[in-house]
């Protein structure tokens, strides 16, 4: 009994210790500043009988608006940044458009089974002829969307098919007919040039710099969301396209028996026959994709990932930023969200010939699923969203919008370049030297995904790496951190939790930059005397963050010191800041917000079930789509979250019953 | 007619087996154009002639009229207007397909003539289509 109040009274020793140091800095009471400071998301008029449901956006060269709907209308937009846009049907009667392309005075969209080029013969500003490029198998699973078509620099196309899904084992893609499940080149003359596999859901094709990039969406084998650059013969790594390598025109050569014996892919079948849905085994020996690669040299590991329920849950459209369009991130690219209805951000660089770099959050907020994004002549975005036969958070399933820059440069990291024993951060703004010197202000860990059959992968093999020393470039804008510990083809997760801007000691909007170090690049180490290896106690957040909205993840930073405080005496009733940080790490809050509607139901209408706390914590393991049926997305197993945890999340769920 | 299969071959002869691929594997579709009423005629490649396709409502309400133009024909091509136990003519280019309540009216094969011929365990009306043909389903 006596050993208690020792811990207790040190407990709060530590804890007024923490919270002098909260206070004591000459800081001005600043709010961290965040995305909606500077990029505004305006809404988009469309007239009441337009249904948007965005499949395609493209840009004309007189600065109209192409759409293309998943209804199958494409529609003109003239003076579309205007308070009075005019809206006019173009075409209709087409199956499902996932993509719009302009060549040559044209308008190009990819239906489910065909490549249509749209022309108006007798210039009434309606399309009159239909002609098919060319048309591709189906088999009429719902789910054999077909995306594109992105104009290659040759004049052709690129156009890409989602796999379809078992009828019994109803999670496990499947290509029924050439070429679900592939990367394909369309000629104008109609011919159809198989290019790459591997794809699962390649819902977002992106020609950059001439070069064809893709996302997909994080499901069985893919264990999370990436952009990947595709050249021809690549195999990304989903098994089902495998199916035609023999065919004589593929240019993968790998098979599927092949693949199969290197990576098993658990068609396991209970006593009565039926085949078993693969579930994440959480003790097992696994295999990831780096693993993959060292054995079957055709597979090609993403440019960049986007970790799994941090960066988005169904990637989607890839673009650049053209030059002098929002300011320091011009010549970066974008990539759109359908579940967290948000954007990233990517910086790309090459090392030893191969694409690697950073990603960041960059918008969230938007009102349905981000699927397509082009760039109005002035310099903002318009953003085409839908999701229907899928979750996303936002208040609308389908969407126009805009976003619009106010000039105004907020203080983030710019980009993140490898370095032979590190990292080199540019920022935006220069940095206050006191804190960008600080070690403590840094922390770096790396991880990676499982390769396995289930749907979608835990974050694996972390590690911690330690910052050895930082050099702070003499203007402020770099700071170049040495890092141990570094792991090729592993993403590095570098938060910034403690630098500050220089003139109003703004914390970085967005802290957190994941970079994938597919190769560490050649060339001089700093030198110890280079470099300063100070650690100092952690800078505060002076804003100790409002329970921000869950779906936003950007700015609210807790620091090292506050979580600690946090962990103390557990007898307490749980509080949101208490939990707060399990539901960012076990990413809960890629589709739970506390009181909206997201990818997932509320936590305030979880609680209304008045589950009790062991009924909680089995359904985070095992969840059960039934007792959800108007939300369409499944909620995947997380077995993954320590029993603590899933305790003290369940808990703090169970306090919010009325 | 009234049943779902395609209207073209290439024949080498008018007596050779109709073809019996329901797939018809040398069939390139090529997309539709619209008339000023937002009609489709169809276009398509079939054995590497350019087709095109347009059925209209007759043009005084009567029935329905397709029209079909082939073009960089290689062979001989033939339409299958009709199959059926019994197929009647009854003058004018009028065909009564096995005592139905509609007609098979040829209006325009530029100069060819119809075949009734076995085929399939039934009749078959076929005629070959040089250049074009214009038939009309009447009620």
């Known amino acids: ?248 025109n593929s240019p993968v050569k790998l098979t599927t028996a092949e693949l199969y014996a290197l990576a098993n892919p658990r068609q396991e079948r209970n006593a009565q026959g039926r085949a078993i849905k693969p579930e994440n085994v959480v003790d097992e020996k696994f295999v990831t994709l780096i693993d993959m690669k060292k054995n079957i040299p055709a597979f090609t590991l993403p440019a960049v990932w986007l970790p799994h329920a941090i960066l988005g849950i169904s990637n989607s459209e890839i673009i650049k930023i053209p030059e002098g369009v929002f300011g320091p991130f011009s010549g970066q690219l974008l990539v759109g969200d359908q579940g967290q209805s948000k954007i990233m951000r990517v910086f790309m660089e090459k090392v030893k010939g191969e694409f690697q770099g950073a990603a960041w959050d960059f918008r969230s907020g938007f009102q349905s699923g981000v699927l397509r994004m082009s760039w109005a002549k002035d310099g903002s975005l318009f953003v085409g969203e839908t999701d229907r036969g899928w979750g996303s958070a936002g208040d609308a399933s389908m969407g126009l919008q805009r976003l619009v820059w106010n000039n105004q440069v907020p203080f983030e990291m710019r980009a993140v370049r490898a370095m032979p024993d590190g990292f080199e951060i540019e920022f935006t703004k220069p940095v206050d030297k006191k804190t960008a010197n600080n070690l403590s202000s840094y922390e770096v860990e790396s991880f990676t995904y499982k390769y396995h059959p289930v749907y979608g992968s835990p974050p694996v093999n972390t590690k911690n790496c330690v910052v050895k020393g930082v050099k702070v470039s003499a203007d402020g804008m770099k700071a170049r951190i040495v890092v141990n510990n570094l792991r090729e083809n592993y993403i590095h997760a570098i938060k910034l939790e403690g630098v500050r801007e220089l003139d109003n000691s703004y914390s970085l909007v967005h802290p957190t930059a994941y970079y994938t170090l597919n190769n560490i690049p050649k060339g001089a180490k700093l030198a110890q005397g280079e470099m300063s290896t100070k650690r100092l106690p952690a800078t505060q957040n002076t804003a100790a963050g409002k329970p921000a909205l869950a779906s936003k993840g950007s700015s609210d930073a807790t620091t090292t010191t506050a979580s600690a405080a946090a962990k103390k005496p557990a007898a307490l009733k749980p509080t949101f800041a208490s939990v707060k940080p399990l539901l960012l790490k076990n990413t809960c809050v890629a589709c739970h917000n506390e009181l909206k509607r997201q990818v997932g139901p509320a936590y305030a209408e979880i609680a209304k079930r008045k589950y009790s706390i062991n009924q909680i914590v089995r359904l985070i393991y095992n969840p059960n789509k039934a007792n959800w049926p108007e939300y369409e997305t499944e909620m995947p197993p997380m077995p993954q979250v320590p029993k603590a945890e899933a305790q003290k999340i369940a808990a703090w769920i169970k306090s919010l019953e009325k | 007619f009234g049943k779902p299969v395609f209207t073209l071959a290439k024949l080498s002869s008018v007596d050779a087996p109709w073809v019996a691929d329901s797939a018809v594997t040398d069939f390139v579709p090529k997309g539709y154009q619209l008339d000023k009423s937002g009609v489709p005629t169809f276009r398509y490649f079939l054995g590497g002639a350019w087709v095109e396709d347009a059925v209209r409502v007759s043009n005084n309400g009567e029935g329905v009229t397709r029209e079909i133009s082939i073009k960089d024909a290689t062979g001989n091509y033939f339409a299958r207007l009709a199959e059926g136990s019994a197929i009647e003519e009854g003058g004018n280019g009028l065909y009564l397909v096995d005592g139905k309540s509609f007609y098979l009216r040829i209006e325009d094969a530029g100069g060819a003539k119809p075949v009734i011929r076995d085929g399939n365990g039934s009749k078959m009306l076929l005629i070959p289509v040089q250049q074009k043909l214009r038939y009309s389903i009447i009620f």
């Open chain 1, 1 to 248: 009994m006596k050993n208690i109040l020792l811990p207790m009274v040190l407990k709060k020793v530590l804890l007024s210790l923490s919270l002098s140091i909260i206070v004591a800095p000459p800081l001005m009471a600043q709010e961290a500043a965040k995305e909606e400071d500077f990029f505004r998301i305006a809404r988009m008029s469309v007239p009441e009988n337009v249904i948007l449901e965005v499949g395609g956006l493209v840009t004309l060269p007189n600065g109209d608006l192409g759409i293309s709907t998943r209804r199958g209308d494409v529609y003109i937009v003239e003076n579309p940044t205007s308070a009075r846009p005019f809206y006019r049907k173009f075409a209709s009667g087409l199956h499902e458009i996932l993509g719009l392309e302009y060549k040559d005075g044209n308008l190009y969209c990819a239906q489910r089974g065909e490549l249509t080029k749209l022309v108006d013969t007798d210039n009434d500003g309606r399309a009159d002829l239909y002609e098919t490029v060319a048309s591709w198998p189906i088999s009429g699973h719902y789910h054999e969307y077909s995306f594109g078509p992105k104009a290659a620099p040759d004049g052709a196309f690129f156009v890409s098919g989602n796999v379809a899904f078992g009828n019994e084992e109803w999670w496990r893609g499947e290509s029924r007919v050439p070429w679900r499940g592939w990367i394909f080149k369309v000629a104008q003359n109609g011919q159809i040039e198989p290019w790459a596999t591997g794809v699962r859901s390649p819902a977002g094709l992106g020609m950059i710099d001439g070069e064809l990039f893709y996302t997909d969406n994080q499901g069985d084998w893919i264990g999370s969301g990436a952009v990947w650059h595709v050249k021809k013969g690549a195999f990304m790594g989903h098994p089902a396209g495998l199916r035609w390598s023999g065919l004589p």
